[in-house]
């Protein structure tokens, strides 16, 4: 399929990418670039609303969301924020809408987070798992095998170690992933997906992101909607920017 944007679209979806003024390390906002470009190119106009304030938002017209990495202290500011819509992000997750959520936007879904001086800071509490940050930091690129996505490649560089029992997002081949010693990294629950992949994950990756927007799509219209509209992408040159990373990482 040819890259050609349409002058006007009748698809719609809409994106909320929380906090992008605080959580954005590692080029996480590539994620949302690759967002845009995938609809843009099969002619979905995919509006972006970066969400600085929860003071009387709702969240009804939400597709996706996306929730980067920050510092501890950025991530505490946005947690203190999300709590004030966390009955309805949590309705929104566990009634199937999709979200990508990256290092600290990940770990502060879960019910407890200490810190590296074994201070417990705030979470959401909208799934059961925790994080501890220790040292070494578990930094480097990061290669994965995913039985929904196929090879993953990645960044990660993070203090926290995460503990639980939901379906990770793949196995660890080279790297850490949630922690020392599971060899697993991320997580898999309804449509929500939760990892320690920066870098950004998506341009490299697009199947994941494709699996995003055709969740969007599917939730707010149907699965034949969706089969219409996600028309296929020739994806050589992301391909073979995470085949090169892979050899590179695995024989390194």
Not at 109 to 129: K, P, R, S, T
Not at 177 to 205: M, R
Request: aromatic share 10%; proline share 4%; hydrophobic share 35%.
């Amino acid at each position: 399929m040819e890259r050609n944007v349409p002058l006007q679209s009748s698809k719609q979806l809409t994106l909320y990418h929380f906090f992008p003024d605080k959580l954005n390390l590692y080029g996480d906002r590539g994620n949302i670039i690759s967002l845009i470009k995938r609809c843009e190119w099969r002619g979905i106009d995919l509006d972006v609303k970066e969400i600085r304030s929860t003071d009387g938002l709702t969240l009804e017209d939400m597709d996706l969301f996306f929730i980067g990495g920050g510092s501890d202290r950025e991530q505490s500011l946005a947690t203190a924020e999300l709590q004030k819509i966390r009955n309805q992000l949590k309705e929104k997750i566990e009634n199937g809408v999709p979200g990508l959520t990256i290092c600290g936007g990940y770990q502060f879904l879960g019910n407890q987070y200490i810190d590296a001086n074994g201070n417990e800071l705030e979470c959401l509490g909208i799934l059961e798992f925790y994080t501890v940050a220790k040292q070494p930091r578990l930094t480097g690129n990061i290669l994965i095998q995913s039985e929904l996505f196929g090879e993953i490649a990645g960044f990660e560089n993070h203090a926290g170690r995460t503990y639980h029992s939901y379906p990770p997002l793949g196995k660890v081949e080279k790297g850490s992933g949630n922690n020392d010693d599971s060899g697993l990294e991320g997580l898999l629950y309804k449509n929500l997906i939760g990892t320690y992949l920066h870098g950004p994950i998506l341009p490299k990756n697009p199947a994941i992101a494709d699996y995003l927007i055709t969740k969007a799509i599917e939730h707010r219209y149907e699965k034949e909607t969706a089969s219409e509209w996600m028309t296929q992408l020739e994806d050589d040159f992301e391909h073979l920017a995470k085949k090169q990373v892979w050899r590179r990482v695995q024989h390194g």
